[in-house]
């Protein structure tokens, strides 16, 4: 035996090294296994971080080359320089990536480089060595589901991983499915100039989100020049000199037609990653999605043996996995933690962007539950007209009887950190007139927030 260790964490993504470094901070002896040759998963590698400074970029690419004219600054002739850019995204990954390195060296984390595998419960060989722990993590995230008729090849039908490495931008661009990952990454090659055709299976886009932001999101993003087709399937690919011919079906059954064009992006999900891990050996039992199955302490039907992250239940959000991966060390430790998975957010990082916490009005009626609706649009909030953002509102859900915050749910600038205050409310079991009555600073952003708690008992004071 190599060496042994109080916990092994098998992956290094936001779950996996989160929960790493939370073990070592609590005085554990820890190792994380990853078979990358950068820390940080596919978060910050081929995901979160890179699409993030894509966005960024090409956010400031349409606005100088449309919208800086409004604003009285006058730029000339803007040009594309994409290997600049690309390049630049590659130098946000290799920063993100070494500060979590830098990070395992300040908390004595050993990094066991190669791909890990548990050979029986309490020992994980790696590279040919094998290590015994007390306890083992499986942190190892999720890869893109694959569609039949549709063979990737990562140059002309790309997963994300591909879309983030295009070396051009493509004349059109068809994104096969219409969820966070295929709009961001289809918002950043319209903004470059591409023609972008979303395909979507279902009658509408992301479909766990609020009802009405949904269709508010679908109208905003057609006004910016993105095409929908929806309630339609794609049943397969042919690739040619030319470019890419899709056949696509109605949902429903009917008849077939083709779409050409230059690139293809797959995006219709993602699935748990625990090929090669040894889990039907070691016998962890696994659910019918292919997620591995544990309690509600993230604790597998084998003993020692754990699990956080995309690889279980619940949404496939890094700070979801983070939020787990604290609290298994902590609960290792010996500590009694606690997710509150009704107060996670999710968002989506297009412009507007769209971020939500809670439940949404479609769920509430579908329990039975009793709400009152307060909603504020940007339109009168004096900092999004000074900056010109003015789409979108913020719509908040709270209970009949008792006022307490249910859901909320912003479609706007800036979105993304506005709904921090109201996943912090619901967290502390807040009211909407809590809310109300907390003082924001003007003029922010943040007051469309307040005039919507406002709202919520019929009196907004600005509309």
Known sequence: MSDSFDVIVIGAGPGGYVCAIRAAQLGMKVACVEKRATLGGTCLNVGCIPSKALLQSSEHFEEAKHKLADHGVQVGSVGLDLARMQ???????????????????????????????????????????????????????????????????????????????????????????????????????????????????????????????????????GKQGMKFRLKTKVTGAKLDNSGVELTLEPAAGGEAETLRCDVVLLAIGRRPYVESLGLKEVGVELDERGRVKTDGHFATNVPGIWAIGD??????????????????????????PHVNYGAIPGVVYTWPEVASVGETEEQLKARGQGYRVGKFPFTANGRARAMGDVDGFVKLLADDKTDR???????????????????????????AEDVARTSHAHPSLSEAVKEAALAVDGRPLHI
């Open 311 to 336: 690889v279980i239940v619940g949404p496939m959000l890094a700070h979801k996995a983070e939020e787990e991966g604290v609290a298994l060390a902590e609960q290792l430790a010996g500590q009694k």
């Open 87 to 221: 390049a630049r995204k590659g130098e946000v990954v290799s920063s993100n990536v070494k500060g979590i390195e830098f990070l395992f060296r300040k908390h004595k984390v050993t990094w066991l480089k190669g791909e890990g595998r548990i050979t029986a419960p309490g020992k994980v060989a790696v590279n040919g060595e094998e290590y015994a722990a007390k306890h083992i993590v499986i942190a190892t995230g999720s890869e893109s589901i694959p569609l039949p008729g549709v063979e990737v090849d990562e140059q002309r039908v790309v997963t994300s991983t591909g879309g983030l490495e295009l070396d051009k931008v493509p004349g059109h661009l068809v994104v096969i499915g219409g969820g966070y990952i295929g709009l961001e990454l289809g918002s950043v090659w319209r903004r470059l100039g591409a023609e972008v055709t979303v395909v979507e299976f279902l009658d509408r886009l992301v479909p766990g989100m609020d009802g009405e932001v949904g269709k508010a999101f679908e109208r905003i993003l």
């Open 405 to 431: 915050l249910l859901g909320a749910h912003i479609i706007g600038p800036d979105a993304g950190t506005l709904i921090a205050e109201l996943a912090l409310a619901i967290e502390f079991g807040a009211s």
